[in-house]
């Protein structure tokens, strides 16, 4: 079953490889359209480990698009994406039109950034706490209206099964969790 709703996910080089790929595929197994776009000229994107992604397109092909929600993977590839112009906007565009808004390990710096943070629950990977307003919750994975975050790689399969939740429901979850056996 392929549903209507789209989830754009931002891809810069040096994301973290489990933290992509674990929830987009739990995300389209679910039968979430998924648009991959890279932030450079290319569509093939070296992660941190060094394996290469072909994203679907370019963000500069699909920046002003519709999506339901903003998908933000971490590692490394956040430094880059701090430096992208585009991705401030990006964040704040999907926040005033009240549509969700995912990022995991590192990527909560750039929600914070974008100023949506303050008087907000979140977690975060601990190696950019101080980068962040206070926070305690070291859960795997925290939902505060629509922003979902998640602490890093060893959370990725519980936030993507979240975001299936959220996105869809908690039928859907439970029946993605049951068939990967989780």
Request: hydrophobic share 50%.
């Amino acid at each position: 079953m392929v549903t209507s709703l789209h989830v754009l996910t931002v891809l810069a080089p040096d994301f973290e490889e489990l933290e992509v790929v674990a929830p987009i595929d739990l995300m389209r197994r679910a039968g979430i359209k998924v648009c991959i776009a890279a932030t450079g000229t290319t569509r093939e994107v070296k992660g941190r480990n060094n394996l290469v992604l072909l994203a679907d397109t370019l963000l500069a092909d699909v920046i002003n698009d519709s999506f339901d929600c903003l998908f933000l993977p971490g590692g490394p590839a956040v430094a880059h994406l701090r430096q992208d112009l585009r991705i401030v906007g990006l964040i704040q565009t999907y926040s005033k039109a009240n549509l969700w808004i995912a990022a995991i390990c590192a990527a909560p710096v750039l929600l914070n950034d974008a100023g949506l943070l303050t008087g907000k629950r979140f977690t975060a990977h601990p190696s950019v706490v101080t980068q962040l307003p206070p926070f305690s919750d070291s859960s795997a994975v925290v939902i505060d209206g629509k922003l979902i975050t998640s602490r890093g790689a060893g959370t990725a399969i519980a936030f993507g099964l979240s975001l299936v939740e959220n996105l869809l429901s908690a039928e859907k979850a439970k029946e993605i969790a049951l068939s990967i056996r989780y």
